[in-house]
């Protein structure tokens, strides 16, 4: 299984957020987790990310049950993309090496590559502090780009285009699409017309997980 959930419990301030929540999806899976604002989503997909670690119960992503390798098969999008105050090639890379070439093709995936050449400074140009210097459109195919160089085998999605108007929309969508081709995908909204394209989709509410 590429993501194995059981009887997962988890608390803030001795609060339970999440009750005993089970999931499992198989590779190439897309889940969709459809709640109102504050109802866990996130907190799940944090622990689904290894960005927390679980206090009751089983979660496992990929084989790995450590948040530390969890992290290693995973990668995220969420809806405000956080950028680091560097170059856009540097926001790709997180400074791993990659090829030009491999760079390239992870942007014209993430639908880039007709802004970046526009741009004076081409794909060193600097996104500024929290990327305040680019578009909130562009900071997410961005960030979608990053992800697709990871290449990690399991995608978790955050309200990944809820803040987005209709024409920028279109572009992350399809940078979107080419980030979760053929990969396992988590993707949580508030909005359930955004997971027409899940084979599962659950609801969460009260701390637990009901399949729609």
């Not at 942007?107 to 990327?131: H, K, M, N, Y």
């Not at 949580?188 to 084979?199: A, D, F």
Request: aromatic share 4%; charged share 20%.
């Amino acid at each position: 299984m590429s993501i194995r959930v059981e009887n997962l419990w988890f608390a803030y301030n001795n609060v339970p957020v999440l009750r005993g929540i089970s999931l499992i999806a198989g590779a190439g899976d897309h889940i969709g987790i459809v709640g109102v604002s504050g109802c866990g989503k996130s907190t799940l997909l944090k622990l689904l990310a290894g960005l927390y670690q679980a206090q009751s119960g089983v979660v496992e992503v990929h084989g790995a049950c450590m948040p530390d390798d969890i992290r290693k098969n995973v990668a995220m999008v969420m809806q405000n993309a956080a950028l680091f105050p560097a170059s856009i090639r540097d926001n790709i890379t997180c400074g791993h090496p990659m090829s030009e070439e491999s760079l390239w093709h992870v942007c014209e995936a993430a639908q880039l590559t007709e802004w970046i050449t526009s741009l004076p400074d081409g794909i060193d140009t600097f996104v500024g502090e929290r990327g305040g210097k680019v578009s909130g459109g562009q900071a997410q195919r961005i960030a979608i780009a990053r992800a697709i160089a990871k290449n990690a085998p399991v995608i978790l999605l955050d309200e990944a285009t809820s803040a987005l108007d209709d024409g920028t929309s279109s572009a992350v969508l399809a940078a979107l699409d080419n980030l979760t081709r053929s990969r396992t995908v988590v993707n949580v909204s508030h909005r359930h017309e955004t997971l027409s394209g899940c084979s599962r989709i659950y609801r969460l509410d009260g701390g637990r997980l009901y399949e729609l």
